[in-house]
């Protein structure tokens, strides 16, 4: 046998989203390098270094973590963006390709809860990934005393689209790996079907099975097809 065993079983692309001051890039930190710094600056524009900012502009930031989902190993390409008005057509560029989204306001502003249907709607319509998976999350759930989005109307909004939701705390460390290990469920959940309709596909057919060449960074070792 050549070659090294493959490192994951499915790659997947995650942006997490949501007006700015949520949280985004804290949960981003708090996930993949476990750590909580308070006073980030906002996405872009976070360093005044030529290079730093034209490689943000690109959209060259996204942090890796891999974890067990059901058994599979999911690696997790995960993108941080920024939720500033000025900067939308930036992290748009982030939406390519993306199979799952955290879709973010904070339990303290709620005008940030206000507008996610505005960002669902951003993606979907942006994205070009077809069966992009959401979860809801409430941000900042350590701020019990500025409250002003309850736990019911979080869940409300998220039962209304069909998606998870999750209240969380980036300084608290609380229900983080949980939002995004919902996602990757799901993910994985979206990847298995595909994986069985091809295959379903394929014996009607009679071809080989093959993977879609512009599959949204799917691994090309996913789902026993080797
Ligand atoms: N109390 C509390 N504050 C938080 C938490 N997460 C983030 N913050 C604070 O919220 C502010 C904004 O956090 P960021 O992560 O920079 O927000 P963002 O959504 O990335 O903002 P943009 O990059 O401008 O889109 C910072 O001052 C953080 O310290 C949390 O879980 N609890
Ligand atoms: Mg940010």
């Given at each position: 046998m050549t070659g090294t065993?493959?490192?994951?079983d499915f790659l997947t692309k995650i942006i997490i989203i949501g007006e700015s001051g949520v949280g985004k890039t804290c949960i981003w930190y708090r996930?993949?390098?476990t750590c909580f710094c308070p006073d980030y600056k906002s996405t872009i524009g976070k360093s005044n270094d030529f290079c730093s900012f034209f490689l943000n502009c690109l959209g060259i930031e996204f942090?890796?973590?891999?974890i067990n989902v059901e058994g599979k190993r999911a690696?997790?390409?995960i993108w941080d963006t920024c939720g500033q008005e000025r900067f939308r057509a930036i992290s748009r560029a982030h939406y390519r390709n993306a199979m799952g989204v955290l879709l973010c306001y904070a339990i303290d502003n709620r005008e940030s809860f206000e507008k996610i249907e505005y960002w669902l709607e951003e993606v979907k319509k942006n994205a070009?990934?077809?069966?992009?998976?959401?979860?809801?999350?409430?941000?900042?759930?350590?701020?019990?005393?500025?409250r002003v989005v309850s736990h019911e109307e979080g869940r409300k909004l998220a039962e209304t689209h069909g998606i998870k939701f999750f209240e969380t705390s980036a300084k608290e460390n609380s229900n983080i790996d949980?939002?995004?290990?919902?996602?990757?469920?799901?993910?994985?959940?979206?990847?298995?079907?595909?994986?069985?309709?091809?295959?379903?596909?394929?014996?009607?057919?009679?071809?080989?099975?093959?993977?879609?060449?512009?599959?949204?960074?799917?691994?090309?070792?996913?789902f026993n097809c080797s």
């Open positions: 065993a493959p490192e994951y996930y993949c390098d942090k890796s973590k891999t690696k997790l390409q070009n990934e077809k069966d992009i998976c959401f979860v809801l999350v409430g941000t900042k759930s350590d701020l019990i005393n500025n949980e939002a995004f290990l919902g996602l990757a469920k799901d993910i994985s959940g979206v990847l298995n079907k595909r994986g069985n309709d091809e295959k379903i596909d394929a014996v009607a057919t009679g071809t080989q099975l093959q993977h879609r060449k512009n599959s949204p960074l799917i691994s090309l070792n996913c």
